[in-house]
T-cell receptor
Framework: SQQGEEDPQALSIQEGENATMNCSYK?????LQWYRQNSGRGLVHLIL?????REKHSGRLRVTLDTSKKSSSLLITASRAADTASYFC?????????FGAGTILRVKS | GAVVSQHPSRVICKSGTSVKIECRSL??????MFWYRQFPKKSLMLMAT?????????EQGVEKDKFLINHASLTLSTLTVTSAHPEDSSFYIC?????????????????FGPGTRLLVL
């Protein structure tokens, strides 16, 4: 299976703390994307990092990519209760997105 | 921009009936749409890739006669679950990829619908 792994599977933090989620994948990629899914809803695209990029920022989000280790991390700084959601990494193989298992983040206020 | 809608948002049906789910790209054209299935607290599993004007490409293990996909226009794809059974109960999500050359769409980015929750009794 091309599907990657994410850790942790679940993360519970206090509002204001930082949250870090990790993703590993198995084969060469064109890019890696992070998505958020609120409970029972569709996915929202957060950020895309290309295979030749090592780090990318968007607001409170910071994504890193290490192609030698086939891994990526998503950091959410100064978390808010509204950040409570599931977060998925996805890698692009040809035309298809392959999703990781996801991390369930709960931010307590 | 980049809004994808799904209809219905939830549906309950009796075993043996067929259910049609619509996926529409509201403000852009999508040559390619994708259908995913998601079980509770699990990740998305790609079921099929739907290309406008041609037959869908199904992932291994997905029955094409069970899950009929039609992509008749650049803004609409439908998934019909035929002769539904309780094990078909799931959350079905579609996504759309903007037509190649669309300036605001990053490569490979898919825009997701809100999902359809199907319960088969």
């Amino acid at each position: 299976s091309q599907q990657g792994e994410e850790d942790p599977q679940a993360l519970s933090i206090q509002e204001g703390e930082n949250a870090t989620m990790n993703c590993s994948y198995k084969t060469s990629i064109n890019n890696l994307q992070w998505y958020r899914q609120n409970s029972g809803r569709g996915l929202v695209h957060l950020i895309l990092i290309r295979s030749n990029e090592r780090e990318k920022h968007s607001g409170r989000l910071r994504v890193t990519l290490d192609t030698s280790k086939k891994s990526s991390s998503l950091l959410i700084t100064a978390s808010r209760a509204a950040d409570t959601a599931s977060y998925f990494c996805a890698t692009l193989y040809g035309n298809k997105l392959v999703f990781g298992a996801g991390t369930i983040l709960r931010v307590k206020s | 921009g980049a809004v994808v809608s799904q209809h219905p948002s939830r549906v309950i049906c009796k075993s043996g009936t067929s259910v049609k789910i619509e996926c529409r790209s509201l403000d852009f054209q999508a040559t390619t749409m994708f259908w995913y299935r998601q079980f509770p607290k699990k990740s998305l599993m790609l079921m099929a890739t739907s290309n406008e004007g041609s037959k869908a490409t199904y992932e291994q293990g997905v029955e094409k006669d069970k899950f009929l996909i039609n992509h008749a226009s650049l803004t609409l794809s439908t998934l019909t679950v035929t002769s539904a059974h309780p094990e078909d109960s799931s959350f079905y999500i579609c996504s759309a990829k903007a037509t190649s050359g669309t300036s605001w769409s990053l490569e490979g980015t898919q825009y997701f619908g809100p999902g359809t929750r199907l319960l088969v009794l």
